[in-house]
């Protein structure tokens, strides 16, 4: 079936350290792979999505994922993290053609410290 | 260009009374998606419209639950009666089938059931 797994419900780090939030997907064929975040009394905000062409995706905010078939990952990076990122950020991935539902990841939270 | 649109913000309401939310897409955008979310968790797929037809309403309950998008561009999600568990954020999405597909959300509407 199809799946997508953020294994960290919850990570904190540092103002102005590295992250890294994990995705990983389960799919047959080629996935289009999204990440999202959600401030707090907010939508849901596009980042970035990866869908054809380079594996590795640049997106809004300063972030970028790559997509790694051979590890079925598609994990979101960024390399110095500002306060203004603590939010949820969630994954969700489709199987290109006709389906068009999305399933989504649980979420990972992230606190940032100063 | 205008993002996805919803009305209210935020509404109280008593058990067993109706409820209605409003949402307009972005202008050109064929696809409308109602989601829920509840505290902590992803969004879940209530209703996807492709035009004014929908095409998948399989996670509806429509015992209380109903939706409408009469001309093919905003649309109206009811809820009557609501009860207690009904609380939680609904949020509203489009897209056009270019592309990834990628779905653009609205700030949702946050829906406290006493």
């Known amino acids: 079936a199809q799946s997508v797994t953020q294994p960290d419900i919850h990570i904190t780090v540092s103002e102005g350290a590295s992250l890294e939030l994990r995705c990983n997907y389960s799919?047959?064929?080629?996935?289009?792979l999204f990440w999202y975040v959600q401030s707090p009394g907010q939508g849901l905000q596009l980042l970035l999505k990866?869908?054809?062409?380079d594996t590795l995706v640049q997106g809004i905010k300063g972030f970028e994922a790559e997509f790694k078939r051979s590890q079925s990952s598609f994990n979101l990076r960024k390399p110095s993290v500002h306060w203004s990122d603590a939010a949820e950020y969630f994954c969700?991935?489709?199987?290109?053609?006709?389906?068009?539902?999305?399933?989504w990841g649980l979420g990972t939270s992230l606190a940032v410290n100063p | 260009e205008a993002g996805v649109v919803q009305s209210p913000r935020y509404k109280i309401i008593e058990k067993k009374q109706p409820v209605a939310f409003w949402c307009n897409p972005i202008?050109?955008?064929?696809?409308l998606y109602w989601y829920l979310q509840n505290l902590g968790q992803g969004p879940e797929l209530l209703i996807r419209?492709?035009?004014?037809?929908?095409?998948?309403d399989s996670q509806l309950p429509k015992d209380r639950f109903s939706a409408e998008r009469l001309k093919g561009v905003d649309s109206t999600l009811k809820i009557q009666p609501a009860e207690l568990g009904d609380s939680a954020v609904y949020l509203c999405?489009?897209?056009?089938?270019?592309?990834?597909?990628?779905?653009?959300f609205g700030p949702g509407t946050r829906l406290t059931v006493l």
């Open positions: 999405a489009s897209s056009d089938r270019t592309g990834a597909d990628t779905q653009y």
């Open positions: 202008s050109g955008h064929n696809t």
């Open positions: 419209y492709e035009n004014e037809e929908a095409v998948d």
């Open positions: 799919y047959g064929a080629t996935p289009y």
């Open positions: 990866y869908f054809s062409g």
């Open positions: 969700a991935g489709r199987n290109a053609g006709n389906n068009r539902k999305l399933i």
